[in-house]
């Protein structure tokens, strides 16, 4: 959560010094801010793949070890515990669980931010798009509207309340067939 909360105002803050900032600089930052998406995205691949690995290997180990306690037979802990080889087993087990649990956690929060890092690389390239379709003069008048429509509308937008009543919402199954598996 305070990594999301950190990139949200990076980029507020990015936003904010950017709209002081030329229409070249602007270009400048944005393909900057790219890069180095590009290259945490990449980082984060790479360390999601290696997580991946780990996860692989720590299950193999506790198959292995599960498997050959259970062709060992012994009626309960303490009894494998007596045995060494049976105690060996079941340490390695132990172990290999434990360290599957913190593997298996950090994969979530890094596959969390992969996704969270590949949206914001989305928006940058939208950025660019927007910054390569206008020119300077456009672009500062395009930004000059658009403050304009948001102090118009901001008003009536707190006053607008849009009750379920009137809402018609699109069925769901419609939705999956047109946009997703079409």
């Not at 079941?90 to 649990?101: I, R, T």
Request: proline content about 2%; some cysteine.
């Amino acid at each position: 959560m305070k990594r999301r909360q950190s990139i949200i105002c990076l980029f507020l803050a990015t936003f904010l010094f950017a709209s002081c900032q030329s229409y070249e600089q602007k270009k400048q930052l944005t393909l900057k801010k790219q890069t180095d998406v590009n290259l945490l995205i990449k980082s984060l691949a790479q360390k999601l793949q290696t997580l991946n690995d780990a996860s692989s290997k720590l299950l193999t180990a506790t198959n292995q070890c599960s498997l050959a306690l259970k062709e060992m037979k012994p009626t309960d802990v303490k009894v494998a515990m007596s045995y060494p080889k049976a105690k060996r087993h079941l340490l390695v087990l132990q172990k290999a669980l434990a360290y599957k649990e913190i593997v298996n956690g950090e994969y979530g929060r890094t596959y969390s931010a992969y996704q969270e890092l590949l949206g914001v690389s989305e928006q940058l390239e939208l950025d660019m798009i927007m910054l390569n379709s206008f020119d300077e003069a456009n672009f500062d008048k395009l930004l000059e509207e658009l403050e304009d429509v948001l102090d118009n509308v901001q008003p009536m937008a707190q006053e607008l309340v849009i009750g379920e009543e009137n809402l018609k919402l699109p069925d769901l199954n419609l939705i999956w067939k047109e946009y997703v598996t079409k």
